[in-house]
Structures are given as structure tokens and as C-alpha cells.
Nanobody
Framework: QVYLVESGGGLVQAGDSLRLSCTASGRTFTWHFAGWFRQAPERAREFVAAIDWTHSTYYADSVKGRFIISRDNPKNTVYLQMNDLRPEDAAVYYC??????????????????WGQGTQVTVSS
């Protein structure tokens, strides 16, 4: 099992940037597929971005061109750089991981381990 802890959330204005971090412990994280999901009140958890151990990246259309996912394997950390934030980006952001490759990186049920989430609030 991998234990995940997110950080970096906060309150920003529309157009601002934030960088979220997800630090893993418990097992070697290098070979894990990692993803970011978000969940707004009364909405289903939705895929944001994912990255595999070769640093190949995947993005939801709603964040493509604004968000960047990256990883630093020696630090066991995955990042989500969020630029040009919009009010509709406000949500609790969760980090998730699995060992291996998902059939569908956007399906939260594919992931084994989850963090507790970090709140992102964007004011207009």
C-alpha cells in the first residue's frame, strides 16, 4: 500500500495559479501510475490528470493547456501545476495511485490508493 498526502490547496482569485503536491510513503512510488481527481459539492469525482512512470501524461479536456502534472521520483512526489484557475476548478483535489497501468486512467475505480484531499477555492 502507498500512503498519499496532498498539500498546496488554498483560496485564490480567478486567473491565479496554484501548485498541488502529493507525497507518497509506504512503498516505492517509482513504478506507480499517479492521478489527480477532483470533486465539487454534489458532483461526482472527476478525472483531472495522470502520469505514468515514463512521465507520459494524460489530461481532462477541461484542464488541457492550463494544468501540468509532473513527478519527482526521488522525492516520491507528484505535482499538479494549475494555471489560469477558474471558478469551475474549485473542488477538493485528490491524489491517487496504482501499481501498473490502468485500463482507463480517468476511471477512479482503477486506482488503489487515495489521499485525503486538499481544498481549492477560486473566487471570481
Amino acid at each position: 500500500q502507498v500512503y498519499l498526502v496532498e498539500s498546496g490547496g488554498g483560496l485564490v482569485q480567478a486567473g491565479d495559479s496554484l501548485r498541488l503536491s502529493c507525497t507518497a510513503s509506504g512503498r516505492t512510488f517509482t513504478w506507480h501510475f499517479a492521478g489527480w481527481f477532483r470533486q465539487a459539492p454534489e458532483r461526482a469525482r472527476e478525472f483531472v490528470a495522470a502520469i505514468d512512470w515514463t512521465h507520459s501524461t494524460y489530461y481532462a479536456d477541461s484542464v488541457k493547456g492550463r494544468f501540468i502534472i509532473s513527478r519527482d521520483n526521488p522525492k516520491n512526489t507528484v505535482y499538479l501545476q494549475m494555471n489560469d484557475l477558474r471558478p469551475e476548478d474549485a473542488a477538493v483535489y485528490y491524489c491517487a495511485a496504482l501499481r501498473g497501468s490502468p485500463g482507463d486512467e480517468a476511471d477512479p475505480d482503477e486506482y488503489d490508493d487515495w489521499g485525503q484531499g486538499t481544498q481549492v477555492t477560486v473566487s471570481s
